[in-house]
């Protein structure tokens, strides 16, 4: 494949990963974090900013592990247990930097900032990416465009949480119920992007 067509490739796939195939509201992944982190405006663009680098990051880099480490020695089974190790190790590097230069946010994120590491939408785009075949360059688009589709999300779901908090929503539907209804209502409208490309 020629270098523009695998651009133009990475582009398609980049922007599928954002709207159409939102890795958050087309296959539910990350739905943890999402519903507690997605209270607060500026803790949710924090969080979304840390997944953005930790899933671009790891998708490149579970990519290279398994074409030049895996596939080679025969040892595609052990993908679960180097893709967590390889997610593991760049949490706790965005963790040391946020504590550094970022105090405010890190005790804001609290527990969820670690918790990044067993997030299932990071460990599911790097195995998106396998299944898929994709070759470095997509893999790249995938991830950041993963990334930017769940930091949108949840960017999107605070914004509306705030806003919520000021109206009456019945009692049997405040917290979780009405996070859920929300939640759906997005997936439908970011559904509804199916077909443009």
Request: proline residues 3%; contains cysteine; glycine residues 10%.
């Amino acid at each position: 494949m020629n270098w523009t067509g695998e651009l133009w490739q990475m582009l398609v796939v980049c922007f599928a990963a954002v709207f159409t195939g939102n890795i958050l509201l087309t296959t539910f992944l990350g739905m943890c974090p999402f519903l507690a982190v997605s209270r607060q405006v500026k803790a949710s663009v924090g969080l979304g900013f840390a997944v953005v680098f930790v899933m671009t990051c790891t998708t490149v880099l579970n990519w290279l592990a398994y074409r030049y480490v895996l596939v080679p020695l025969d040892l595609e089974f052990f993908r679960f247990i180097l893709f967590i190790i390889i997610i593991a190790t760049f949490v706790q590097f965005v963790e040391m930097v946020l504590e550094r230069y970022s105090p405010a946010l890190y005790q804001s994120l609290g527990i969820f900032l670690p918790l990044i590491t067993v997030n299932c939408a990071i460990l599911g785009a790097s195995l998106f990416m396998v299944i898929r075949g994709y070759t470095f360059l997509v893999t790249l688009g995938y991830g950041f465009g993963s990334g930017v589709g769940w930091m949108l999300a949840i960017v999107a779901m605070a914004g509306i949480r705030q806003n919520m908090s000021m109206e009456r929503v019945p009692k049997g539907l405040q917290g979780p119920g009405i996070a859920l209804i929300i939640a759906g209502l997005m997936a439908l409208g970011f559904i509804g992007f199916t077909g443009v490309l």
